[in-house]
Every structure is written in C-alpha cells, then in structure tokens.
C-alpha cells in the first residue's frame, strides 16, 4: 500500500532526504505536524516530516478523545474558536475521519449542586452549540441535539449515579475519536500515500528558514536536510528550536478506571468542577471497557519533559470531584492508571499570570526572523485548520488547501462480516487485518484489553511502529496500565520478530 509506513521505507526515504532539497520540512510529527505534512503533500509539494521519537509521541496521545464543538469557547466568549471547532467537528465526522470519530451522548447529572438556574444556562448554552452545528452543516443524524432526561433514564444509562436528590440529566452530543494516537497516524499515512517522507526517530537539532541539522536517532548520524519552507510544530517543545516563541504549557491528567469501576456505563458524565467557571471532569467509557476521567489545568513550571507524569494530587482531586455524583465514591483501587500531556498554550497580553484554563486556545502561526513558521495552541479538533495556516504562512504561493474533504487512510465502505472491534480501528482497512488472522491463525491469539497479535504485526508492517513502545503506548494503549503493559512485552517482541 501507498500509505504503508514501516522500518524499510523509513530506511529508504531517510537516504533521499539527505540529499533532497524538499518544497517543506514539517518538524514535529503529533496530529497538527501530520496534518501539515498532509496538508503540504496534498497541495502537491514534496514533503519531509521528521519526529525525535514516534508518531503522537508527545500531546496528541494525551487527550481527552474528544472532537467536540468548543460549547466552553462559547461560555468564555470566544465565539470565533467555537465556530472554527464546529466545521471542524462536521469535516471529520462528514468527510475525512468517520470511521475514527463518531457522536457520543454526555450527561450532566441535575444533583444538588446543580441549582435550575445554572442547568437553564448549560441548556441554554448546549442549544446554542446545537445552532452552531447546524450552522456549519453538520447533520442532526450525525450528532443528534441536546434533551433533558428523568432520573430514572439517567440511572439507566449510568447506573452508579447517586440516586438520591438526582432530579435527572442534561443529555448533549459530541464527537470521540476511538483512539487519539490512531487517529494521527491515519493522517500520517495519508501524507505518506501523497509522497511526504515520514521520519521518525530523526531529531532537528537546529532549524534554520531553509532546513535543519538532523540527527538518526537510531544510528546517531548527523546530516542537513534542505527545503525551501521549514514549518515548526513541535506543540510545548516549540521553544527550544525557536527560542523567541513564548508559551504557557499546562498540564492535564487523566484517570483510567478499571473495567467495571462506574457499573455498565452506557454514555459519557459532564461532572461540574467545583468553582470552576463552565468547567467540567469528563467521565468517557472505552470500547475495552476501561473508564478515562479527566481533565485537570494545571500550570506547568520547569523544563519541559518528553513524558509528563499524572501526580497523586491529580488523581486525588479527579477521584473527589467525580466522587461528588456517585453512589459509592471510588477507591486509589480502582485507578488502573493515569496519564498527563502538556498543552502549547500561547500567553495572553503582559505575558505568564493568571489560570491556564482561561488562556484561549485559539492557536497561533509566528514566523521567525530567518523564516521558521510555528504553530502553537489549538487543539486535536482543529488541527487540520492548524495545519492549512501553517502551510499557506510557508508558502504563499501554493496550490489551495485539498484537506477539508480529504478521507484519511481507513476511511471508505466497510467490509461485511467483519469484527466491529476491527471496524472500529481500522475502518476501511478491517478486513486485510482480519486477513492476517486467516493466514496465520497464530495471530488472532489475544494480548491484552482487547488486541491480538494480529494488530500488532499490522502495525509493524503498515504503521511505522519500530519498537515495542511504539506498539503498546501508540499503536495500541495498552501501556495505559502497567500491568497490562508488563504481560504484553512478550508479544510485542514477538511481533516485531513475526514482522
């Protein structure tokens, strides 16, 4: 396949780039430099796109897995960010992604805390969000509108609400992406199916307006590669290749409870933070039957790690708020695992002070004085807008941007007879995953939390995963709890073997 990514290709196209002189070098390979490695190979420029270490390496696979309609943008007056993230919203959905992103239901729990006054305003203000989806084309079959439950269907659809004093819910619609790191490595491979060169493992040690010192991180050769744009987008990292952006990184955590931990969870919980202005702990049910909790805003101070640690004051915190609608408040037990990522937000005017959940997310595309362009801010629903900015600032003179329609690899008819797990990850492509297994019935063998050998050789072969890790915390995520990760080792080895 023309989107294939594995270790040969990388091999051969790390040999072209070293004497190449490429239209645009995209450094950064989370979902908005992928998307302007697509963006730029789409319009018909030659493309090398290099990452330190993997695909979604860094924030794109921190998450919250939602592709949502910016309903806090509107509550904070930032209507522009609002109706950018409903186009966007209705582009993966309608056209590019919807075998990755579908609608999922939420409910706010109508407890004590939640007078009618304030659950007139979140009505009001899902209506309002309702009205910008239809705005930007969106159908209501896609994403259905908001409704106010009984208690008695709230309890049904989420059994572990504390039932006393609970007069009902608001029931709204938002888009999830089934798997965050999946979803930047079908934009990859699509970059790959249009002639970009994807590299990973090759570090910009210096970036200059036409091209960057590189090093393999596999071999540690140093070398140039040349372009005539170089695009910076590198999230939180950003500033130590371009030392005049300025950003105000913050952190966010998530739980993952174990199967089981909220009953038979049926549709996402909006859980009010209290004393936070329109903010909400997202409560999320995964197809493997783990619970994602989330999401605190917390300012990051310090150097900036390649993998952020979950603290147990987060944890702590998640657990009190989310214990706040319970039946039964959960237990440290219960937490399978957390994990953190670190958002490149942009500092508002004065520069660094005050809350990093005010800062807006609108994102920003700076040019250097030697003609590096960044881009910050943002978030994973609008990184195709990200990307198509940072492109056209690098080279004014190209062709249009083709990606607002463009289906990302995997998006297509489905194959009959086919596993809905395999559909739900791999879309069109299920069923030469599920070919594998006829060949080989050796790799239907499961690994953890729902995966198969079957997966991981898939991977291997077809989406640039070099090593175990790339396997278990990408690929899959399996890794989001330790202990799975452990009893998996075996397998991914095997598969890198068996690959």
């Known amino acids: 396949m023309r989107s294939s990514l594995n270790a040969a290709r990388r091999a051969r196209e790390?040999?072209?780039?070293?004497?190449?002189?490429?239209?645009v070098l995209v450094v950064?390979?989370?979902?908005?430099?992928?998307?302007?490695?697509?963006d730029a190979a789409s319009r018909g420029l030659s493309v090398a796109a290099v990452d330190a270490h993997d695909l979604a390496f860094g924030t794109s696979r921190w998450s919250s897995k939602l592709?949502?309609?910016?309903?806090?943008?509107?509550?904070?007056?930032?209507?522009?960010?609002?109706?950018?993230?409903?186009?966007?919203?209705?582009?993966?959905?309608?056209?590019?992604?919807?075998?990755?992103?579908?609608?999922?239901?939420?409910?706010?729990?109508?407890?004590?805390?939640?007078?009618?006054?304030?659950?007139?305003?979140?009505m009001t203000g899902?209506?309002?969000?309702?009205?910008?989806?239809?705005?930007?084309?969106?159908?209501?079959?896609?994403?259905?509108?908001?409704?106010?439950?009984?208690?008695?269907?709230?309890?049904?659809l989420a059994p572990s609400l504390r039932p006393h004093g609970l007069r009902g819910a608001l029931l709204s619609w938002d888009g999830r992406v089934v798997d965050d790191a999946r979803l930047v490595v079908a934009i990859a491979r699509t970059a790959a199916a249009h002639g970009a060169r994807v590299l990973t493992r090759c570090r910009a040690l210096a970036l200059a307006g036409d091209g960057a010192?590189?090093?393999?991180?596999?071999?540690?050769?140093?070398?140039?590669?040349?372009?005539?744009?170089?695009?910076?987008?590198?999230g939180v990292w950003a500033g130590g290749l371009v030392p005049s952006v300025t950003l105000r990184p913050s952190r966010g955590t998530h739980l993952v409870l174990r199967p089981g931990a909220l009953g038979a969870l049926r549709a996402g919980l909006h859980v009010p933070i209290p004393g936070g202005r329109a903010r909400f702990a997202?409560?999320?049910?995964?197809?493997?039957?783990?619970?994602?909790?989330g999401l605190t805003d917390e300012p990051l101070d310090g150097p900036?790690?390649?993998?952020?640690?979950?603290?147990?004051?987060?944890?702590?915190?998640?657990?009190?708020?989310?214990?706040?609608?319970?039946?039964?408040?959960?237990g440290r037990d219960q937490v399978a695992g957390a994990f953190a990522g670190l958002r490149p937000l942009v500092d508002g005017p004065g520069g660094a002070g005050g809350a990093t959940a005010d800062l807006s997310r609108r994102h920003a595309v700076l040019r250097s004085p030697d003609g590096v362009v960044t881009v910050v801010g943002g978030k994973l629903t609008t990184y195709r807008r990200m990307a198509e900015d940072a492109v056209g600032a690098a080279c004014p003179h190209a062709p249009a941007s083709r990606t607002a329609r463009l289906p990302l690899a995997g998006a297509g008819p489905v194959p009959s007879g086919v596993p809905r797990r395999l559909v739900l990850r791999y879309g069109a492509e299920a069923g030469a995953v599920l070919d594998l297994t006829r060949r080989d019935p050796a790799l239907a063998e499961p690994v953890a939390a729902g995966i198969t050998l079957a997966d991981l050789v898939w991977a291997v072969r077809h989406e640039g995963a070099l090593d175990a890790g790339d396997l278990l915390d990408r690929r899959t995520r399996i890794g989001l709890v330790p202990e799975d990760r452990a009893a998996a080792l075996p397998a991914a080895e095997a598969a890198l073997r068996r690959a």
């Open 28 to 38: 950064g390979l989370g979902v908005t430099g992928a998307g302007a490695a697509l």
């Open 14 to 23: 790390l040999d072209e780039a070293r004497t190449a002189v490429v239209d």
């Open 282 to 293: 997202l409560v999320l049910p995964q197809a493997d039957g783990r619970v994602y909790v």
């Open 213 to 234: 010192r590189v090093r393999d991180e596999l071999t540690g050769a140093e070398f140039d590669i040349r372009a005539r744009a170089v695009v910076n987008a590198t």
């Open 126 to 156: 899902y209506r309002l969000g309702d009205a910008l989806r239809a705005a930007a084309g969106t159908p209501r079959s896609l994403l259905p509108g908001p409704s106010r439950l009984s208690a008695a269907r709230a309890l049904a």
């Open 304 to 330: 900036v790690p390649d993998v952020p640690e979950a603290p147990e004051s987060d944890v702590a915190f998640l657990l009190e708020v989310l214990g706040g609608v319970l039946d039964r408040p959960l």
């Open 67 to 122: 592709v949502h309609g910016g309903l806090r943008y509107l509550a904070s007056g930032q209507v522009g960010v609002a109706w950018e993230s409903a186009v966007e919203r209705g582009a993966l959905l309608r056209h590019t992604a919807p075998h990755l992103v579908a609608a999922h239901p939420y409910l706010l729990p109508l407890t004590s805390d939640v007078g009618p006054g304030e659950a007139a305003t979140v």
